[in-house]
T-cell receptor
């Protein structure tokens, strides 16, 4: 079982719709959860992080965490073509100075 | 506010050679982590430096070594290069006690 699992996609979503990206992790002791966006040929960009169960909203992005189910998700509202990218889920065991373990990423395509 | 910088951008080396990659952290950050990203994969943790010491290490051979300088900048050295070392090498910086890691643009290493 992989430590962090994501559906590789591609996930195609119409412009203006909600894109839903999912991630599961195997280590129940994980404490910190991150979403990175990576455009083709570029480096990962941190877009959201969440440490507590529940929802965290930032603009069009909402991160959702359910530690009991070992599940974290990212919702993108009002999807734009510029949201087309690979989204990487990352997990760490502590709140600071800890390595990040990444999934393989989900490729998202927003269809105009 | 200067972000994470890395040099060089691209590098081509021959099997058996040695390479040094450089990273300057984001202003105010004191911790540097290095990751290797193969094509189509998520970043894999190599090691992390804080206070000029290697604090954590991933599952990489001793051919991979590093250093952190008093100004928090860091180097990644890889000896006896193999074809399989071809990848995007990413440096991420963070502040001690926090785990939000911000990536530099990366160095694309090609080993022929």
């Amino acid at each position: 079982q992989k430590e962090v699992e994501q559906n590789s996609g591609p996930l195609s979503v119409p412009e203006g719709a909600i894109a839903s990206l999912n991630c599961t992790y195997s280590d129940r002791g994980s404490q910190s959860f991150f979403w990175y966006r990576q455009y083709s040929g570029k480096s990962p960009e941190l877009i959201m992080f969440i440490y507590s169960n529940g929802d965290k909203e930032d603009g069009r992005f909402t991160a959702q965490l359910n530690k009991a189910s070992q599940y974290v998700s990212l919702l993108i509202r009002d999807s734009q073509p510029s949201d087309s990218a690979t989204y990487l889920c990352a997990v760490s065991k502590n709140f600071g100075n800890e390595k990040l373990t990444f999934g393989t990423g989900t490729r998202l395509t927003i269809i105009p | 506010d200067a972000g994470v910088t890395q040099s060089p951008t691209h590098l081509i080396k021959t099997r058996g050679q040695q390479v040094t990659l450089r990273c300057s952290p984001k202003s105010g950050h004191d911790t540097v982590s290095w990751y290797q990203q193969a094509l189509g994969q998520g970043p894999q943790f190599i090691f992390q430096y804080y206070e000029e010491e290697e604090r954590q290490r991933g599952n990489f051979p001793d051919r991979f070594s590093g250093h952190q300088f008093p100004n928090y900048s860091s180097e990644l050295n890889v000896n006896a290069l193999l074809l399989g070392d071809s990848a995007l090498y990413l440096c991420a910086s963070s502040f001690v006690g926090r785990n939000e890691q911000y990536f530099g643009p990366g160095t694309r290493l090609t080993v022929t």
